[in-house]
């Protein structure tokens, strides 16, 4: 039986997608799909991840949903599959209703083998209704770290996946990311209600890419440091900027030494956006100068450099954005050019809003009126409050057990001993540890753009995956002034879970200079002297 799916997997993989061999890191996921289970797969960009959802399907003969975030990168996502023969649509706003209605007619005959849309279309229930109708085989979610980066406010449906997944009946779900240290695993896991799913976090490492950071006091300085590294820098490349005015002031810059460039950010439109990527894919644009909005899905192989001009919200999103370069497997560059003052653009940028327990008890004592499913637009008139005020104590408080937030968005009030002003503390206190474990990710970056030890040990250390320095590819181990300690060394080993006096459980992630790195669930990142906590006795080894 084993030997027989396994032919047909590679068969699957010569004849439709024209690979030469499947390799093992993408097929022991296939096979756990293939055996029903829920599967995680967090694998570098470049490394092949979306034939894990697209030969699992072909196998599974039945209708694929793959919830994915752009609508360009459903487009590219459809285009890919059809090239290979197989049926394919994307389900987002730019159809018509004519079209939606084609669309499901397709589905409803069996005629489309996968579908594509954004998490926002799940919210219709009629679109999951006819979905369901379907009886998919496979529900995926490709760029699943956007559930941590942006459910919790930028596009809180992505934290109504988990109920969705159950209205569908819950067929096997996988979940797809290039990037996810622990926290963001567990709640990838938890918010798409996950059954005992198998994990595969596989080979962070991308040794072909050189990593530096080179520091500024004087923000002008760094700037034209830069455009002058990017202008005499051979091949293509990505620059990424925080702000839409700098994407255009550097791309202007860049342009003016003659070398071929374009901002791309969200404020531009869609067809301006399509055009700009175009444009870069086909190497008549050398170098893109972008915020996040680029990036997610490229498969540009032969980009030779990314540079930060802001530093990223975390390391997390540091890592999925230098994975960009060196895809073909050459050699690359990937530099943060670090300003200190930067992080503060950063922290106002990147940190969960505030929510506070007077915000928090209107909103559910008007839920607990109500005696039915309330409409968050309702909230929001009655309340006259803002939609991420809303959305943010609407989850808060589904976190803490007070209201039920149903597939079709409306929210319950659920039965429970808690008063109104025990619920809304308990929200405003989930949401206050969300900003905390979000100042920590930051925080874990800043120390990245300051160690003086291995950097490839620092990022890898982080995701979990222990490595000892020095790298050899990296500036501070070329300068000379890396110094690694042996792992085994210190008093716990990596990756080990610990116990403090006052924050409970936490996992070892690091050590630098006299200093210990611990993530706990709650209070996020945190960096110890290692003399205070032999001193004052202040972690001890879980048994």
């Given at each position: 039986?084993?030997?027989?799916?396994?032919?047909?997997?590679?068969?699957?993989?010569?004849?439709?997608?024209?690979?030469?061999?499947?390799?093992p890191e993408q097929e022991r996921?296939?096979?756990?799909?293939?055996?029903?289970?829920?599967?995680?797969?967090?694998?570098?960009?470049?490394?092949?991840?979306?034939?894990?959802?697209?030969?699992?399907?072909?196998?599974?003969?039945?209708?694929?949903?793959?919830?994915?975030?752009?609508?360009?990168?459903?487009?590219?996502?459809?285009?890919?599959?059809?090239?290979?023969?197989?049926?394919?649509?994307?389900?987002?706003?730019?159809?018509?209703?004519?079209?939606?209605?084609?669309?499901?007619?397709?589905?409803?005959?069996?005629?489309?083998?996968?579908?594509?849309?954004?998490?926002?279309?799940?919210?219709?229930?009629?679109?999951?209704?006819?979905?369901?109708?379907?009886?998919?085989?496979?529900?995926?979610?490709?760029?699943?770290?956007?559930?941590?980066?942006?459910?919790?406010?930028?596009?809180?449906?992505?934290?109504?996946?988990?109920?969705?997944?159950?209205?569908?009946?819950?067929?096997?779900?996988?979940?797809?990311?290039?990037?996810?240290?622990?926290?963001?695993?567990?709640?990838?896991?938890?918010?798409?209600?996950?059954?005992?799913?198998?994990?595969?976090?596989?080979?962070?490492?991308?040794?072909?890419?050189?990593?530096?950071?080179?520091?500024?006091?004087?923000?002008?300085?760094?700037?034209?440091?830069?455009?002058?590294?990017?202008?005499?820098?051979?091949?293509?490349?990505?620059?990424?900027?925080?702000?839409?005015?700098?994407?255009?002031?550097?791309?202007?810059?860049?342009?003016?030494?003659?070398?071929?460039?374009?901002?791309?950010?969200?404020?531009?439109?869609?067809?301006?956006?399509?055009?700009?990527?175009?444009?870069?894919?086909?190497?008549?644009?050398?170098?893109?100068?972008?915020?996040?909005?680029?990036?997610?899905?490229?498969?540009?192989?032969?980009?030779?450099?990314?540079?930060?001009?802001?530093i990223s919200e975390s390391l997390?999103?540091?890592?999925?954005?230098?994975?960009?370069?060196?895809?073909?497997?050459?050699?690359?560059?990937?530099?943060?050019?670090?300003?200190?003052?930067?992080?503060?653009?950063?922290?106002?940028?990147?940190?969960?809003?505030?929510?506070?327990?007077?915000?928090?008890?209107?909103?559910?004592?008007?839920?607990?009126?109500?005696?039915?499913?309330?409409?968050?637009?309702?909230?929001?008139?009655?309340?006259?409050?803002?939609?991420?005020?809303?959305?943010?104590?609407?989850?808060?408080?589904?976190?803490?057990?007070?209201?039920?937030?149903?597939?079709?968005?409306?929210?319950?009030?659920?039965?429970?001993?808690?008063?109104?002003?025990?619920?809304?503390?308990?929200?405003?206190?989930?949401?206050?540890?969300?900003?905390?474990?979000?100042?920590?990710?930051?925080?874990?970056?800043?120390?990245?753009?300051?160690?003086?030890?291995?950097?490839?040990?620092?990022?890898?250390?982080?995701?979990g995956e222990p490595y000892e320095?020095?790298?050899?590819?990296?500036?501070?181990?070329?300068?000379?002034?890396?110094?690694?300690?042996?792992?085994?060394?210190?008093?716990?080993?990596?990756?080990?879970?610990?116990?403090?006096?006052?924050?409970?459980?936490?996992?070892?992630?690091?050590?630098?200079?006299?200093?210990?790195?611990?993530?706990?669930?709650?209070?996020?990142?945190?960096?110890?002297?290692?003399?205070?906590?032999?001193?004052?006795?202040?972690?001890?080894?879980?048994?």
């Amino acid at each position: 039986m084993k030997k027989d799916w396994r032919t047909r997997l590679q068969k699957a993989a010569r004849e439709t997608l024209g690979f030469d061999d499947v390799h093992p890191e993408q097929e022991r996921p296939i096979e756990a799909v293939l055996r029903g289970r829920d599967t995680l797969v967090v694998m570098p960009t470049g490394s092949g991840k979306s034939a894990i959802y697209q030969l699992a399907g072909m196998l599974l003969h039945g209708l694929t949903i793959i919830v994915s975030p752009l609508i360009a990168l459903q487009r590219d996502q459809v285009v890919a599959l059809e090239d290979a023969g197989l049926s394919a649509a994307h389900l987002n706003s730019t159809l018509s209703n004519g079209e939606h209605g084609d669309l499901f007619a397709r589905l409803d005959a069996g005629m489309v083998s996968f579908v594509f849309l954004a998490p926002e279309q799940l919210a219709n229930e009629k679109t999951v209704n006819r979905l369901k109708r379907a009886n998919p085989a496979l529900f995926v979610v490709d760029e699943a770290h956007c559930i941590t980066d942006w459910g919790h406010d930028f596009r809180p449906d992505y934290l109504q996946l988990g109920p969705v997944i159950e209205q569908l009946a819950h067929p096997p779900v996988l979940a797809l990311t290039a990037t996810a240290a622990g926290p963001v695993r567990d709640e990838i896991i938890a918010r798409l209600g996950m059954r005992d799913p198998a994990v595969f976090v596989q080979g962070f490492d991308r040794p072909n890419i050189s990593l530096g950071v080179e520091t500024f006091r004087d923000p002008d300085d760094k700037r034209a440091t830069m455009i002058e590294r990017a202008g005499n820098h051979a091949g293509s490349g990505i620059i990424y900027a925080a702000t839409r005015q700098a994407t255009e002031e550097i791309a202007a810059a860049l342009s003016e030494t003659g070398r071929s460039a374009a901002a791309y950010h969200a404020g531009l439109k869609t067809s301006e956006r399509d055009d700009i990527q175009s444009r870069f894919m086909a190497n008549e644009l050398k170098i893109m100068v972008a915020t996040i909005a680029f990036g997610m899905g490229i498969d540009k192989p032969d980009i030779r450099f990314v540079f930060h001009h802001d530093i990223s919200e975390s390391l997390d999103a540091y890592y999925q954005e230098i994975g960009r370069a060196g895809r073909d497997g050459e050699p690359a560059d990937a530099v943060l050019f670090y300003h200190p003052d930067n992080l503060d653009l950063r922290r106002f940028q990147s940190g969960a809003g505030e929510l506070k327990a007077e915000d928090v008890r209107p909103v559910l004592a008007t839920i607990q009126r109500a005696n039915e499913a309330v409409d968050p637009a309702d909230l929001r008139e009655a309340l006259n409050a803002r939609d991420s005020q809303i959305n943010r104590a609407l989850h808060r408080l589904e976190e803490v057990g007070a209201v039920t937030i149903e597939p079709s968005g409306e929210v319950v009030a659920t039965e429970t001993e808690q008063s109104i002003e025990e619920a809304a503390t308990a929200a405003a206190e989930a949401q206050n540890n969300l900003r905390q474990y979000a100042t920590t990710r930051l925080e874990m970056m800043r120390q990245y753009a300051e160690t003086a030890d291995c950097r490839r040990e620092f990022l890898l250390n982080y995701f979990g995956e222990p490595y000892e320095g020095p790298c050899g590819s990296c500036d501070t181990c070329l300068a000379g002034t890396a110094e690694t300690t042996a792992l085994g060394a210190e008093p716990f080993a990596l990756q080990s879970v610990v116990i403090h006096t006052t924050w409970g459980e936490g996992t070892v992630m690091h050590y630098e200079d006299g200093k210990i790195v611990i993530l706990f669930p709650d209070a996020g990142y945190r960096t110890l002297d290692l003399d205070l906590v032999r001193e004052g006795h202040l972690l001890r080894p879980k048994h």
